[in-house]
T-cell receptor, first 111, second 114 residues
């Protein structure tokens, strides 16, 4: 069935380090792909998205590329900041506006 | 613009009591989703509505859970009777018409059942 597998956390990095959070999905067809971010004490908010193969979504220095051949959508940032500390969720459209999410990866960035 | 509004933000209750969680979606949005988040199970979709009509309730864990959407600006999630394993953060989210799947989440209700 439809599912998302993302890198288990927690991930702890120093400020200015490079970040990669891996995400792969199992889905029928070629759904739109998303990364959502959840800051402490808040709901999820859309970070970036890609709607077709080879599209690159980007926002706030984060990037992810829709790789159809590997069914992946890995999240990257070249230089993380303390303010990036949050939980990151990979997901895709599961039909009828429903989203299928991964379990989330908690990122902590230390100064 | 006001975002999705949820109330209460925190709820502590005793096992066996009825709990009602409330959600006001963003005005004009026509889809509404209820999620539950726990450390063990992550984020689970419980039920969602389109134009106030329930579309998929397959995620509702059992008959103790029920959800309604009497109008476009209000939805409730009710647990009766509540159990300790229902302790979680419950989120509501909404999507505008033609919203390209971006869901707007509320701040959540943290429920603790003692």
């Amino acid at each position: 069935g439809d599912s998302v597998t993302q890198m288990e956390g927690p991930v702890t990095l120093s400020e200015e380090a490079f970040l990669t959070i891996n995400c792969t999905y199992t889905a029928t067809g070629y759904p739109s792909l998303f990364w959502y971010v959840q800051y402490p004490g808040e709901g999820l908010q859309l970070l970036l998205k890609a709607t077709k193969a080879d599209d690159k979504g980007s926002n706030k220095g984060f990037e992810a590329t829709y790789r159809k051949e590997t069914t992946s959508f890995h999240l990257e940032k070249g230089s993380v900041q303390v303010s990036d500390s949050a939980v990151y969720f990979c997901g895709f459209e599961g039909g009828s506006e429903k989203l299928v999410f991964g379990k989330g990866t908690k990122l902590t960035v230390n100064p | 613009d006001a975002g999705v509004i949820q109330s209460p933000r925190h709820e502590v209750t005793e096992m066996g009591q009825e709990v009602t969680l409330r959600c006001k979606p963003i005005s004009g949005h026509d889809y509404l989703f209820w999620y539950r988040q726990t450390m063990m199970r992550g984020l689970e979709l419980l039920i969602y509505f389109n134009n106030n009509v329930p579309i998929d309730d397959s995620g509702m864990p059992e008959d103790r859970f029920s959800a309604k959407m009497p109008n476009a600006s209000f939805s409730t999630l009710k647990i009766q009777p509540s159990e300790p394993r229902d302790s979680a953060v419950y989120f509501c989210a909404s999507i505008p018409p033609g919203g390209a799947n971006e869901q707007f989440f509320g701040p959540g209700t943290r429920l603790t059942v003692l």
